[in-house]
């Protein structure tokens, strides 16, 4: 990171031969922008999420709750960011004073031990969201249960990773103390990489199961479009490993710094509102002055675990019959479950 400050320079580092010291900067206003934007879109998608399924709905459920987590952790998160703006996120440390370093060092230190367990809640909202829509799809939910099982294994590992990551710990966010660290731009790199496989699987997942719905060509489109969206977040840390990769060769990796933060940020937050689209239609009937049970199903019933249970009884008449009727049950049960 640098070495420890000298009289003769006034940053943390000394600066390069023929390089003035300025210690006169202003903080980054695209990160504050972006920030503020991530903040507002996600606090306005998940408040609208949550009025539809407490005042149109009148039904909370679990993955409801995991996105109030995700949301509070992206809000903290993106806070984080803001205030190493003003630390001197992306200003080269010979510009900066030592004190000031230090403490853009420990908040830092603290985003990247908090990235894990946010990341993980935001998949596991957009997951469990899915297992109760397709609920009917036995392989779907015990695939999603068994990719929720290695997320969080890999999460809790990679948390344990960065909290660790130094020996002493203070020396993750103070290079001045003398010890030993794992080399972080290899598990920079890690990281990313699992991130991106975890969202595509994430997104290729329920696509088969979308295109078995009882629903015309265009919606079946229209409903992978919809969960397509959750693919921004992907290209938003696709973008980030193409960062972190390229600033390897930099001399000055201050360069780099936020583009990887705000990329960072804006795929959490890409993630919390993918988890609030499929319930925004309701909203939109209600305005068009459509009920909400014909798209939704029945606000009465608490589970469609039980409502497939009786279906699934009327339709016994006949062994040649009972497969099919049980198939056409179980491609209408998402739409009795998109509430």
């Not at 006034?10 to 934007?37: C, H, M, T, Y």
């Not at 009025?51 to 998160?77: E, R, T």
């Not at 890690?190 to 975890?198: H, P, V």
């Amino acid at each position: 990171m640098g070495s420890q400050s000298n009289a003769s320079y006034p940053g943390f580092v000394a600066p390069p031969f023929g390089v003035e010291p300025d210690l006169k900067w202003e903080p980054s206003r695209l990160n504050i922008v972006v920030q503020s934007l991530c903040i507002a879109l996600t606090t306005t998608f998940v408040a609208t999420r949550m009025c539809i399924k407490w005042f149109l709905i009148k039904q909370i459920h679990l993955d409801d709750y995991v996105c109030i987590l995700a949301w509070i952790g992206s809000i903290f998160y993106s806070s984080i960011t803001i205030a190493q703006g003003y630390l001197g996120l992306g200003v080269p440390q010979w510009n900066v004073a030592p004190a000031t370093v230090l403490a853009f060092l420990s908040r830092g230190y603290a985003s990247q031990i908090l990235y894990g367990p946010i990341a993980f809640t935001t998949k596991l909202a957009i997951l469990l969201l899915l297992m109760r829509i397709f609920s009917i799809e036995r392989r779907f939910v015990q695939f999603s249960r068994a990719l929720i099982g290695v997320c969080a294994a890999y999460y809790i590992a990679i948390t344990l990773v960065q909290v660790f990551l130094c020996r002493p710990i203070a020396k993750a966010y103070d290079p001045r103390i003398p010890g030993r660290c794992l080399d972080s731009r290899s598990i920079f790199i890690t990281n990313t990489a699992i991130a991106i496989l975890s969202d595509l699987v994430i997104l290729a997942a329920p696509v088969p199961v979308i295109w078995k719905l009882n629903m015309g060509l265009w919606r079946r489109i229209g409903s992978i479009l919809a969960l397509a969206a959750g693919g921004l977040a992907c290209i938003a840390t696709i973008a980030r490993l193409a960062v972190i990769v390229n600033g390897l060769t930099l001399k000055d990796r201050s360069k780099f710094g936020p583009p990887i933060v705000i990329l960072s940020c804006l795929e959490v937050a890409i993630g919390v509102i993918c988890s609030c689209l499929p319930v925004l239609p309701a909203l939109f009937r209600r305005v068009l002055g459509g009920s909400i049970t014909t798209t939704y199903g029945s606000r009465k019933q608490s589970t469609y675990n039980s409502w497939a249970k009786r279906n699934t009884i009327k339709l016994k008449p006949t062994v040649g019959s009972t497969k099919s009727a049980q198939h056409d049950a179980s491609r209408n049960s998402s739409q009795e479950n998109l509430r």
